[in-house]
């Protein structure tokens, strides 16, 4: 979509799935909304920045989409984002692994609760149906691990964090750093809450962007 198309609104909606800016802002100026939204672009098409694997990878992840029980404890939560390279093609040959703790911020190292390993759609869009993960002692943080590989690409290893994590103090921007948790800002993102069906869930925005082997 181009630019002069592009309505105020729907640049302060990519902005916030981009995390270039916080859900409910007002006030911005349009020179600063143009500035943000021209950042947010040229971040979309750079390669998603590798964190580390950590010691709770397990191969053999069932292929499926909703993670979450309804008797799960736990806030619901919708994770969806797109996968591509930074050409900007979508990457079919994509195969996405996730996987995060439960509410109690324990791994299930026995089972396959709170992991899969999918395809994306041909669109190159995911979506995963499962909980807020809880905390624990080592990674304080909140976050989700991902690990992507596709042909003719290299390998992604990252994390999904929120920004509404008691952790980052209510200003991930100057505390996302704190005690060298979180590597990089863009991947704390923000949490946008809904309302289905007489129940509220959490969602965020996580693409993945693949460097070309």
């Known amino acids: 979509m181009k630019l002069s198309r592009m309505s105020r609104r729907e640049m302060i909606e990519e902005c916030i799935v981009r995390g270039a800016l916080v859900a409910g802002v ?26 580390a694997l950590g010691p709770f990878f ?21 994770v969806t984002g797109k996968v ?8 079919p040959s994509a195969v996405l692994e996730t996987w995060h703790a439960d509410f109690y911020g324990n791994y299930d190292l026995k089972g396959y609760k709170y992991r899969a390993k999918l395809r994306p759609d041909a669109d190159g869009s995911y979506s995963v149906e ?39 103090e209510g200003n991930p921007d100057k505390n996302y750093s704190k005690q060298g948790v979180v590597l990089n800002r863009e991947h704390v993102r923000p949490v946008t809450l809904y309302e289905r069906d007489s129940t509220a869930f959490a969602a965020i925005n996580f693409d993945i962007v693949l460097e070309r082997s």
């Open 26 to 51: 007002v006030g911005i100026s349009q020179t600063n909304l143009l500035a943000r939204w021209q950042q947010a672009k040229r971040e979309a098409m750079a390669a998603t920045r590798p964190e």
């Open 58 to 78: 397990k191969k053999g992840a069932p292929n499926v989409r909703v993670l979450r029980q309804p008797r799960d404890p736990g806030f619901p939560l919708r």
């Open 84 to 91: 591509w390279n930074t050409r900007g093609e979508i990457v």
């Open 130 to 168: 499962t909980i807020m993960p809880g905390h624990y002692p080592d990674r304080p943080a909140q976050h989700i691990h991902y690990l992507i590989s596709a042909s003719g690409h290299k390998t992604l290893v990252v994390q999904a964090y929120f920004a509404t994590d008691p952790f980052f």
